[in-house]
């Protein structure tokens, strides 16, 4: 078994003991291996331990691995910065964006989204108010996810975060819990039919996440090991 098999094996276990902790079921939640970074044949030995959906951070990164790649059934998310001028590889390539916090970047996507596809995304918020993040405030959330809901081809599926690193299990749960509040309370008045993902939790904190409701975890160190050079997050 390869090392990237042997960790995915771990990370299912770990991801089955926090759902069962709390009394979820353990297929509620997506394990995203985010693959910025990472070779094509690093997918493969994840894509053999079952893995299927891929998160990259750089559009022209992206291409040329989807393209080495494209016998496999693979599902890829966009989980980073979204520069403008790349709206229209993104929306063209990937089935998911979960790093939305503009309306115009939303409109963008929407407009150049190829006919008869229909592109998941997900908000991004910015819980910590870290000025040098990404990510929208979280009560400037509900004007935004009202006003991307009505834009037809993009299916806003729900909310994403990467808090700042906390040093205790608790204060994890403490963070990803305002997440989930604010995740319920804009399914109750947001007109949208699938808002149904929690996006939250890394290689760092990903019980945590599980235990507060996440429904997708992006993991990338945890599975394949120190990164080299490229920065992490957003
Ligand atoms: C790189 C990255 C991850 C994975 O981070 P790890 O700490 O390596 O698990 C998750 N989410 C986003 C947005 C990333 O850029």
Excluded at 148 to 161: E, F, K, N, Q, S
Aim: charged share 25%.
């Amino acid at each position: 078994m390869s090392t990237i098999e042997g960790n995915i094996e771990r990370i299912r276990a770990e991801m089955g003991r926090a759902a069962l902790e709390a009394g979820r079921s353990p297929d509620e939640i997506t394990l995203l291996a985010a693959s910025k970074g990472r070779s094509p044949r690093e997918i493969r030995a994840a894509c053999a331990a079952g893995v299927r959906s891929f998160g990259e951070n750089f559009a022209q990164e992206a291409l040329p691995k989807m393209e080495a790649l494209a016998d496999l059934d693979l599902q890829w998310h966009f989980i980073g910065a979204i520069q403008s001028n790349k709206t229209r590889a993104i929306a063209a390539h990937f089935q998911w964006v979960h790093t939305v916090d503009r309306l115009r970047i939303a409109q963008r996507l929407a407009r150049q989204c190829p006919a008869g596809r229909r592109l998941n995304v997900c908000l991004q918020i910015n819980l910590d108010a870290e000025a040098t993040k990404a990510g929208i405030a979280p009560d400037e959330a509900l004007e935004l996810g009202c006003n991307v809901a009505a834009l037809a081809p993009l299916r806003l599926r729900g909310l994403m975060a990467i808090p700042a690193p906390r040093t205790s299990y608790g204060e994890q749960c403490a963070v990803f819990a305002r997440l989930k509040e604010l995740f319920d309370r804009l399914g109750e008045r947001i007109e949208t039919p699938d808002f149904d993902t929690l996006s939250m939790g890394m290689s760092d904190d990903f019980s945590a996440a599980i235990h507060e409701g996440a429904t997708i975890v992006r993991i990338g160190t945890a599975i394949f090991g120190p990164r080299a050079s490229v920065p992490r997050g957003t």
